[in-house]
């Protein structure tokens, strides 16, 4: 099992940046790709941006630019960078990992999930 904890939600400004992280405890972190949704209110959740085990990233358009996603093995950590923050921006924003070699990491279809951290951008 492994269990994902993210921190660093907060209420910023818009232009401004923040970083999210998210610690993962329970088993070999190098062995999975991470990812990163984020669900507003009244929407469905979406994809924002992942990392695979190779270090290749891949980010939504609407972040792509602003956001950077990275991770760091030796302390079981990934990361989302978020600069140039935008109101729309505002949700809670979700942690996730699976396995390498399972899929796309586009999909939703992620073994395990964060509880959600919120982030609120104002203008």
């Known amino acids: 099992q492994l269990q994902l904890v993210e921190s660093g939600g907060a209420l910023a400004q818009a232009g401004g940046s923040w970083r999210l992280s998210c610690a993962a405890f329970?088993?070999?972190?190098?062995?999975?790709?991470w990812g990163w949704f984020r669900q507003a209110p009244g929407k469905e959740r979406e994809f924002v941006a992942a990392?695979?085990?190779?270090?290749?990233?891949y980010y939504a358009d609407s972040v792509k630019g602003r956001f950077t996603i990275s991770r760091d093995n030796a302390k079981s950590t990934v990361y989302l960078q978020m600069n140039s923050l935008k109101p729309e921006d505002t949700a809670v924003y979700y942690c996730?990992?699976?396995?390498?070699?399972?899929?796309?990491?586009?999909?939703?279809?992620?073994?395990?999930w964060g509880q959600g951290t919120q982030v609120t951008v104002s203008s």
């Open positions: 996730a990992a699976r396995p390498k070699y399972s899929g796309s990491v586009y999909k939703m279809d992620y073994a395990y």
């Open positions: 990392i695979r085990e190779s270090r290749s990233t």
């Open positions: 329970g088993r070999t972190f190098s062995s999975y790709a």
